[in-house]
C-alpha cells in the first residue's frame, strides 16, 4: 500500500474522493463546494471528478443544508454536507436536534439519517468573528448525533470515511488550526477508522492527558517538553466517548488532564472529568485538571492567541498534576 | 481644493421622483373555486372524476370530520394525549391528498388525518401515534413521515426529499403539509427556497386555517396572502378556496403535475379551524363566536353536498350510513390500539442509532435491572394508556 | 408584608405584572403571550394591565423573537420574550449565540443587550414530541449568557425579577412539569433573588445532593424518605454557577450526587461532578453519581415516565454514595 | 351500502381548468435609474441636491474606492486581517449612506467603509476593526452597529431596533446593509416578515452583487430579483440600479421616507463586486474574466463622472486631488491605529458581562499571574499588529 503525504486538509479531501467513488449514493453540498472546492479546498475537484449531479453548490441557508440532507438520506442518499465555518453551524443546530438525530427514533428505524456534517472549527486562523468556535460540547450532548473530530491527517481519512459510511448521522468538526500545518503518511485507498475508539498517542505511567482535535498538537507539544511519563489520550470521537480507554488509562496512571479549546464551563472536558470522577475515582491521586479556553467568546485577532490552551499552560497543568 | 468629503444633505421626507415600488396593493392574486360559497358549481372547473369516486370524496370528508370528533372525544376520556383536530378544514385535507399518488410522499403537520389514512397509514397505528407510541410512529405502509410537531422544521427535509427522489428518477413528488403560522420561520423560507433553485418535485402545501393558536393570519406576516409567498422563490404560487374539496383537488393535482416536471409549486388552501386549536386550547380567549359562525357557514361538507345533490349523486352517500361505518372502523382502531403490545424499557433504548452505542447499552442494561429491583417504580411510571 | 400563596407559573405572572409595573421599559412578547395570555397562563392579564405597546403577539418565528429583543435591548428596552416551549428554542440558538450574548463583548459595553429569554422546560405534562427538552447544558456552555432555572414559586418570582434587572441576556428555564404542582408564600410586591446563588434546601452532614428546577421535586422527596443525612443544594442559575456553596458542601460531606433531568453525557451535571472533581477532589470518600435522563430523546407519552430521574432512581444513588 | 371511503383517482399529470398561478413571469419589477450606463440623464428624476453636494456624492465614491485599494494593500503586507473590498459597489454603497441622517442606526455587513465613515465611524476605528481590535468596534460617536459577519444574522436585531427607535418615538431609522446570499437566510424571513407585520421604521438595504462568494445569484434563489422578496412580506420592495449613485440615493431617501411612517421597505441594489470576494479569495475560481470586464464597463465612478460633466460641476472634484486627500486622511488612521494603545490580557474577560462573575474573575487573576510567571508564552501569544 503506498502512503501519499497529505495534510489535514488533503486527506478529507481524500476521504471524500475515495467515498464518492466507492458508494455512488454519496452527495456532497453546501457553500462554495463545488466551483470553487471550498473555502478550504477540502471538497477540491469532486464536481470534476462527479459532477453537478453529486456535487452542488447551495445557496446562503444552513438550516436547508442541514435539512435537505437528512430528507436526501431517508431516500438512500449519502449526503455529506460542507458548514463553512463551525460558527455557522448554530442556525442548523433545530435542524440537528429536531430532526437529523431524531429520524430513526421518531420513526423507529423506518427512516434514517445516515448524513454527515463536515465543519471546520476553531481558532487560530487569525479569521474574522465567528470563525473560530468550538462548540463541540453543545452538539455532544444531543442524543442520536455522533461527534468525530480528528487531530491526524490518517484520523481525518479514517473517521471521516467511518462517518460517510455510518448508518446514522455524524458531525465531523475538523482542526482547521492544523489544517495545513503538518503532513503525514495516510493509507491510499479506502481507509477507515471506527468511530467511538480514542488513540493512545503516547504511553505512560504518571498522568493521563486527554485531548482532541486541534488541542491535540500544543498537548503533544507540552508533553514532549516536559519530563514527565505522560500518558496522552486522543479521543477522536466525543460522541461515542470511548470510556474504556479513558478509564483504563487513568485507572493505571492516578492522574488525569483534560485539555481542549473551548469555553471551560460547560466544555467537553467535564464530561471527560465527570466520567473519572464517577467510574476511576478510587484511582485517582490528584485533583482532575481541566485546560481549557476562557468563558469568553473566542477575541479577534489581535487577542486570540491568548484564548486557547497553549503548551506552556498544558505543561503547567500537566507538571502540577504529576507533582501532586 | 479640499478633496476631503464632509456633507450630507438633511434627509428627504417624500419620495423621490420615478422611484416606482413593487406592492402587493398592485397584485392579483386569484383563489381558485368550483363550487361557489353559495353552492354555484362552475361546470368547466369541475374535475374529469368518476361518479364513485365523486361520491368517494364525500365519504372521505364524512371520515375526517368523524376521526376528529371521535378522538376528541376519546382525549377528554384520558384515552389519547392532546389531540389536534381539522375541523373545518375537511375539503382542504381531503382534496389535497385525493389528488396525490401512494408513491408520493406526505410529511404531515399534525391535523391531517383523513390524508394519512389515505395515504396507507392505519387507523390504529394514528391513534398510537396521539397516544404518544412511537413504535407505531412507523406509519408502515405508507410514504408519510413523521409528524412535523416543530412547526416548520420539516421544510427543508421536503427539498431533500424530492431531491432524493429526483436523482432516484421517481415518479412522484414530496409533499409538505403546514399552517399559516409555519411560514413566518425560517425553515420555511430556506426549505422553499433551496427548493426553487434546485427545481425539484415538491409540493408546499399551506393550510391557511387563519390562525396560529391564537394569531390571526393578519398578524402573521403583513403579506395579504400566503400564495404570494412563492414570488420570493420564484416558484408559482396557487391560491384556492380551501372548503371547496373540488377546488383544492384541482389546485393540488395542478401543482403536483407541475412538481413533477421540476417546478415546485406553493399552495395555500384558504380555510378555518372552527376547532380549538388542540385539545389543550380554550378558543373563546382569542376569537368571537360570530367570527366561527361564519365560517360554520361555509361548511365544506355541506358544499359538497351542494354539489353532489346538483349533480343526483346523493345516492349511496348517505351521511349517516358513512358516520356509522366510520364509527365502526374507529372503534375497531381502538380495540386495535387497545390491544397493541406493550413494549419494554428496552424500546427508549434501542431505536437511536443502528447500533446501540456501548454507553447506551450500559444505560439500557443497568435500567432493567434498575426495574427488576426496585417494583416500587411502578408507582412513578405509568405507561398511562396501552400501546 | 402578605405572602399570598402562589404556584411557580402564578409567580412567574406575580414577577412580570410587578416589574413591568416597576419598569415601563419592560415589554413582554412572544407566541400567544398577548390574547390568549400564553399557553400556560404564565403572562395572562399583562396585555389588559399594560396594553398592546409592551405585550405583544408575534408571528410564529423564534428567530425573530430572540433577535428583535436584542434589537430592543440595544435601545434601551427590557425585553422579556417567551419561547412557548424549550423545544422551540434550538431555532433561535444562533440568535443568542452570535448576538444576544456578544453584543456587549463585540462593542466592549457600548451596546448592551439586558433581555430575558423565559422558555418552559422538561418532561412530565404528557405533551407531545419536542415539548419535553432540557437542553440547558448546551445554553449555559455559551459566555455572556446567564442561565436561571427555579425549582420554586418564590424563586421563579425572585430569579426572575433579576434576570429582568440584569443588565446581560439571561434565559429562564420555567420547570413546567411543577408549574401548578403546589404552592408557596411569595413575597407580594418587588422580590429579587440574586442570579448565581444556590440555595442549600436541606442541611446534611454526609453526603451533597446537587440539582435544580424540576428535579428538585423527587430528589427532596427520595432524600426525605432515606434515613440519610443530605445536604440538598438547589444551583438555581447554572451559569454563573455558585461554586463556593457547591464546593462548601461537599467539602463538608465528602460525597456528592447531582440529579438532572436531561440527557446524561454531556449534560451540566458534568460540569457539577468536574468542578468537584478539580477542587474538591481530596475531600472525596465516594464516586460522584449522576442520576439524569438516559442519552435519548425524551420518549413520547407512553414511555415518557421511563425517563427522568424518579425518586427511587434518586434514592439508590443516594444511598450507594453514602453508604460507599 | 359501503360507507368506507377507499378508492383514490390515479393522479392528473396535466393542470386543471381555471388554476390560475401566479408566478414571477407575470411580475413587472422597475429598476430605478437616473443616468443610464450609456450616460443619458433623466433629468426629472435627479435629485434635488446642492452642486457642493453632488461634487461630495463624487468625492465619497473616490473614498470608498480608495479606502478599498489601501487596505487590500495593507492586508497584502499583513496590516490588517481578511478584508472585504466594496470595489465595484461604490455608488450603492456611498448613495445608500448619503441618504441616511446621523439618527438613523447602520447595521453593516462588511464592505461599506464609506458608508460607516460618512455615518460618524472614525477611519482609526474602521482599520483596528478589520485589525482584529474588539476595543475600537465600539464604533464610538456613530449609530453603528458591529459588522454582521454571521451573514443575515443581523435582520431580526434591525427589526427589533427599528421597533424600540418607534417606541421611543425616535425620527429616525434602522437601515439594514446585507449581500443577496443573506436573502436566503432564515434570519432575513423571519426578520422582514416581523419588521412587516410591527410596521416598524426599518430599510432592508439589500447590495446584490450578483455573488455570494462562488455562488452567482440566478443559483441563490430562483426568483429573479431580490424586490419582489418583499411581496412575501406585504412590504414594499424598490430595485435600483446600484452603480448608479443618484438612483441608488432617491431610492433609499423614499425608502427612508416610507420607513419612518412605518412602512419597512426592502432595497434591491442591484450592482457587481469587481473584486475577490475577501483578501483570502480567488475569484478566478468561479468566473469569468469576461463577465468582470463587463461590469467594468458599468464603473459607477465613470457614470458618476459623466453626470458631473453634463452638469459642469467636475471643476473643483479632480480625481487626483480626491485621491490625495483620502490617501494623506488613510495614512493618518493608519499612524493612529498603529499608536492605539496595547491592552493586556484584562480585555479579553472584562467585557462580556457588565460585572465579572466570580469564575470570570478567578480565570482573569489566574491567568495574570500565569502569564508574569510564564514569559514563554510571549512565544505563542503574537499580538501581531498594533492596536
Ligand atoms: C417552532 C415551533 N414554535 C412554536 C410551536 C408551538 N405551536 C404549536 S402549533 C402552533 C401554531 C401553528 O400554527 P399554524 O402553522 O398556522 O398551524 P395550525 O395549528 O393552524 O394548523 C404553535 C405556535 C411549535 N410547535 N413549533
Ligand atoms: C451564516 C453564515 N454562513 C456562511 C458564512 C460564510 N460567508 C461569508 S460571506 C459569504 C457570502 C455572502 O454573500 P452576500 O450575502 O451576497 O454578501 P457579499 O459578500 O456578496 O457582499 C459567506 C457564505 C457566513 N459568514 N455566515
Ligand atoms: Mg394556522
Ligand atoms: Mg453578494
Redesign the interface.
Known sequence: MTMPRETIVQAVNDALHTEMAADDRT?VFGEDVARSGGVFRATDGLLEAFGE?RVRD??L?????????????????R?VVEIQFSGFLP?AF??LV??ASR??????????APMVVRTPYGAGVRALEHHSESLEAAYAHV??L?VAIPSTPADAKGLLTSAIRD??PVLFMEPKRVYRSFREEVPDGEHAVPL?EAAVRREGADVTVVSWGAMMHPTLEAVDELGVDAEVVDLRSIS??D??TLLASVRKTGRCVVVHEAAKSGGFGAEVAATVAEDALLYLEAPIRRVTGFDVPVPLLSMEDYYPPQPPRIAAAIEETAEF | ????????????????????????AD?R??T?Q?VTAEGTV?E??V?D??D??FR??Y??L??QRTFDERATKLQRRGQL??YASGRGQEASIVGS??????D?WIFPAGREAAALL?HGVSMRDLLLYW?????A????GANV???A?????????????????Q??GDDAV?VGYFGD??T????????V??A??L?VPAVFYCQNNQY????PFA??????TV??????????????DGNDVLAV???V??A???A?EGRP?LVESVTYRRGAHTT???PT??REEEEVESWAARDPLDRYRTFLGHRDLLD???EV??????DA?FDEAVAAADDYPL?D?D???V?????L????AR??EW?RD?LDD?P??DE??????R?
Chains 1, 3 share one sequence.
Open positions: 452527495l449531479e447551495t445557496p441557508s444552513e438550516i436547508a443544508i442541514v435539512g435537505a440532507a437528512v430528507g436526501l438520506a431517508t431516500h438512500g442518499y449526503p442556525p433545530d435542524q429536531s430532526n429520524i430513526r427514533w421518531r420513526t423507529r428505524g423506518r427512516l434514517t442524543p442520536g455522533k448508518p446514522d467511538g461515542p466517548l470510556r474504556e | 481644493m479640499d478633496g476631503k468629503p464632509t456633507s450630507r444633505p438633511s434627509p428627504r421626507t417624500n419620495a423621490a421622483a420615478g422611484v416606482e415600488h413593487l406592492s402587493q397584485l392574486v386569484e381558485h368550483v362552475d368547466a372547473r374535475p372524476l368518476a364513485a369516486q368517494d370524496l365519504r372521505w364524512v371520515l394525549g392532546t391528498a385525493f389528488a396525490l399518488a401512494d408520493d389515505m397516544r404518544g407510541v412511537e413504535d410512529s412507523r406509519m408502515e413521515f413523521g409528524v410537531i416543530a412547526i416548520g422544521s420539516q421544510m427543508p427535509m421536503v427539498t431533500g426529499k424530492a431531491w432524493g427522489m436523482l432516484a414530496a403560522g409555519a413566518s420561520t425560517g425553515a420555511f423560507h430556506e426549505g427556497n433551496f426553487g433553485v427545481e396560529a393558536i391564537s394569531l398578524e402573521q406576516t403583513g403579506a395579504d400564495a404570494q409567498k412563492a414570488l420570493a422563490y420564484g416558484v408559482d404560487g396557487i391560491r384556492v383537488y384541482n389546485a393535482s395542478t403536483r403535475a407541475r413533477r409549486v389543550s386550547d380554550d380567549r382569542y349511496g352517500v348517505d350510513a358513512v358516520r356509522e361505518e366510520v372502523m413494549r424499557v424500546e427508549i433504548f431505536h437511536l442509532y443502528e447500533e452505542t456501548p454507553e447506551l444505560q439500557m435500567y434498575f426496585h416500587e417504580m412513578y411510571v405509568h405507561q398511562r394508556e400501546g
